[in-house]
């Protein structure tokens, strides 16, 4: 039978803007976040990880946010380009789960050209 | 630079049949991973492994589903009895250290008939 996947939140950018891309995680016990980029087809590619004793944390045009009181994660990427449309995930380990990432529901960002 | 490389790409098998998905996770990598993927799902952990033996599985990862490092450089994920909803990419991954950073491969998409 056909299988239902999830409905993927889009976010649409016109080239050049920034965009910024939210993950909320459920977990308090979470002590490190992954943001990872899925392109159709591929795997997914690591963008950027923050522990949870820091607050932010700067990459090469994607800055990540944590909020710890709200359990709020960010993306944001400056000057968004057409090769950031994919798909983007966001990550979580939990502190006493072991070595496993939980990740969550995914996002899509289109940008227009 | 370096990366994690699956074989096949794209595997079709019959019901019940035996799969073997393999991988070749990056050389100074200690901890290495297997996830999964159902068309248009979350990423799903399975199980991790490291020094030898697996260290973490998930309750998908049950008595169908084995791993194995049969020599220095190849990571295997045996499929035993495959069913129609062992469909999905899975993915293979691995770290240098715990989780951090985890390098995913392009995947295998695996197609039971």
């Known amino acids: 039978g056909e299988s239902v996947g999830l409905h993927l939140p889009t976010l649409s950018v016109q080239e050049g803007d920034n965009s910024i891309i939210n993950c909320a995680y459920s977990?308090?016990?979470?002590?490190?976040f992954i943001w990872y980029k899925q392109e159709s087809g591929k795997g997914p590619q690591f963008i950027i990880d923050?522990?949870?004793?820091?607050d932010k944390r700067q990459g090469q045009r994607v800055t990540v946010l944590l909020n710890k009181t709200v359990k709020h994660l960010s993306l944001q990427i400056a000057a968004t380009q057409p090769g950031d449309s994919a798909v983007y995930f966001c990550a979580e380990k939990i502190g006493n789960a072991g070595n496993m990432l939980t990740f969550g529901g995914g996002t899509r960002l289109m940008v227009k050209p | 630079e370096p990366e994690v490389t699956q074989t096949p790409s794209h595997q079709v098998t019959q019901m019940g049949q035996e799969v073997i998905l393999r991988c070749v996770p990056i050389s100074n990598h200690l901890y290495f991973y297997w996830y999964r993927q159902i068309l248009g799902q979350k990423v799903e952990f399975l199980v991790s492994f490291y020094n030898n033996e697996i260290s973490e599985k998930s309750e998908i990862f049950d008595d169908q589903f084995s791993v194995e490092r049969p020599d220095g450089s190849n990571f295997t994920l045996k499929i035993r009895s495959t069913k129609l909803e062992d469909s999905a990419m899975y993915f293979c991954a691995s770290s240098e250290f715990v989780v951090s950073m985890a390098f995913f491969g392009q995947g295998t998409r695996l197609t039971v008939v």
């Open positions: 923050i522990r949870s004793n820091m």
């Open positions: 977990n308090s016990a979470s002590d490190y």
